[in-house]
């Protein structure tokens, strides 16, 4: 069986994962780098949970960069999710124009504490713009 590649080349995606302890609860980040997008996983479920687009955009009338986010999966009560999501664009404006998909999925206890997510926020700033 021939290799399609050497095992010491990159990944066609430029990945970074990490773990780290929020709250005490141990989360795992993922960090994927297409070529219009920068997909962010953060899970203490092993699983996707919600899916959160954050895309910039500019008004023409006025010129000034916008940003449109959405939920793609998961429930909308919770407005934490979609903040998150368009904090992280705004901060990662400043280096790329990528848009942000940002799967998100937390233990139960956590879905609503505002304090686990600005935690979260900071550990994404810290660890994606020292690497994007």
Same mark, same amino acid.
């Given at each position: 069986? !021939? !290799?399609? &590649?050497?095992? $010491? $080349?990159?990944p066609f995606v430029p990945? !970074? $994962? &990490?773990s780290e302890l929020i709250n005490g609860i141990p989360t795992k980040f993922i960090f994927s780098l297409f070529s219009n997008v @920068?997909?962010?996983t953060v899970t203490q479920t092993n699983k @996707?949970?919600?899916m959160i687009?954050?895309?910039p955009g500019k008004n023409q009338e006025h010129q000034v960069r916008t940003i449109e986010t959405s939920i793609i999966l998961g429930p909308r009560e919770n407005p934490l999710p979609e903040v998150l999501a368009q904090l992280l664009l705004e901060k990662?404006?400043?280096k790329a124009e990528n848009s942000i998909l940002l799967a998100l999925s937390l233990q139960k206890s956590e879905v609503n504490n505002r304090a686990v997510f600005k935690e979260i926020q900071s550990v994404i700033e810290n660890q994606l713009m020292s690497w994007i």
């Open positions: 069986v !021939k !290799k399609m &590649f050497r095992e $010491e $080349e990159k990945t !970074k $994962e &990490f @920068i997909f962010l @996707i949970g919600w687009q954050s895309t990662t404006l400043t």
